[in-house]
């Protein structure tokens, strides 16, 4: 079951750059620093990107696909879950919106900015936690040995390159350019 080990990574990785945002606003809000629009912006566009071009498909196409085969009366948690992924796009495109404003407009538009990221980290928390605590229990229990054969093949590239290392790297890289540019502790770059 390497897959549950993958989504899991995938997870932190998310849950990483969600915190990172929080920390950014909370440091602008507790020392009245300037917004880093570039390193939001690169966050923004890596969770936009890692979880609407690689994490939830994979998700979608496997696991959910699977676990409804298996189990139908998982469906309602499957349905919520996907109607999640469909919400999630939305919610990235506000908060893309919400950055143009607020470096467009200035402080006025704080409070609004950061209340729309801690409603969005809160949205994927949940979202995540339903994932792992019960979706992939479901999925542990209900999927065939054969199953998972084939979700593990797909997931680590074998047999589906977008979902592979080539793929995967390019997100890794993302995530590099945002250690790089974000202040410590958050990353590695000096306290600005
Ligand atoms: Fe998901
Ligand atoms: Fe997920």
């Known amino acids: 079951m390497k897959a549950i080990g993958i989504i899991h990574d995938e997870h932190r990785s998310l849950a990483a750059v969600l ?8 440091e602008i809000r507790l020392r009245g ?6 390193l939001l912006d ?23 696909k699977f676990l409804s085969m298996r189990y139908p009366d998982a469906r ?10 469909r919400a999630g796009r939305k919610k990235i495109r506000a908060l893309e919106r919400m950055f143009v404003r ?3 407009r200035g402080p006025m538009e704080f409070n609004a900015a950061a209340k729309a990221v801690q409603a969005f980290a809160a949205f994927h928390w949940d979202h995540m936690r339903t ?18 054969k084939l979700i593990d093949a797909a997931l680590i590239g074998e047999t589906d390159p977008s979902f592979g290392v080539e793929a995967g790297a390019e997100y890794a890289a993302m995530f590099r350019r945002i250690v790089n540019l974000a202040p410590r502790p958050i990353g590695v770059a000096p306290a600005r």
């Open 76 to 85: 309602p948690l499957v349905d919520r879950l996907e109607t999640e992924h």
């Open 42 to 64: 690169s966050m923004v566009h890596y969770i936009d990107a890692f979880s609407e071009r690689f994490h939830h498909p994979k998700e979608d196409a496997y696991l959910f």
């Open 102 to 104: 607020y470096q467009q």
């Open 33 to 38: 620093e300037q917004p880093d629009f570039d």
């Open 19 to 26: 915190y990172g945002m929080l920390y950014l606003l909370r």
């Open 131 to 148: 994932e792992e605590d019960r979706l992939l229990p479901l999925a542990r229990i209900h999927l065939t040995a054969d199953d998972w």
